[in-house]
Nanobody, 125 residues
Framework: QVQLVESGGGLVQAGDSLRLSCAAS????????LGWFRQAPGKEREFVAA????????FVADSVKARFTASRDNAKNTVYLRMNSLKPEDTAVYYC??????????????????WGKGTLVTVSS
């Protein structure tokens, strides 16, 4: 049974930093792209960041590129999202995702194979 379990969400103030983690289990994800999406209330799920299976390449949505970074540790089957200078508009449920693809296909959340249940990040002003 494949599981992606997010952790690290919570309530923070604008300007704070937060690191989300996602532990993958149930199969070997060493050849899977791992990444993050988010969904704010009343909005569609949107791509945030993805990391190539090798960990040697990442791409991040333009809207957060200056503040967010993604990384992974294949030995731990874990992907991370480091979020700096958080803003109230970053408030959302953040979802971990895994898929055999990597690249522009990640902009279509409907194409992603595996999902975590999400972790809520709330940024107060």
């Amino acid at each position: 049974q494949v599981q992606l379990v997010e952790s690290g969400g919570g309530l923070v103030q604008a300007g704070d930093s937060l690191r989300l983690s996602c532990a993958a289990s149930g199969r070997t994800f060493s050849r899977y792209g791992l990444g993050w999406f988010r969904q704010a209330p009343g909005k569609e799920r949107e791509f945030v960041a993805a990391v190539h299976w090798s960990g040697g390449s990442t791409f991040v949505a333009d809207s957060v590129k200056a503040r967010f970074t993604a990384s992974r540790d294949n030995a731990k089957n874990t992907v991370y999202l480091r979020m700096n200078s958080l803003k109230p508009e970053d408030t959302a449920v953040y979802y971990c995702a895994a898929d055999l693809t990597y690249g522009s296909s990640w902009y279509n959340y409907k194409a992603i194979e595996y999902w975590g249940k999400g972790t809520l990040v709330t940024v107060s002003s």
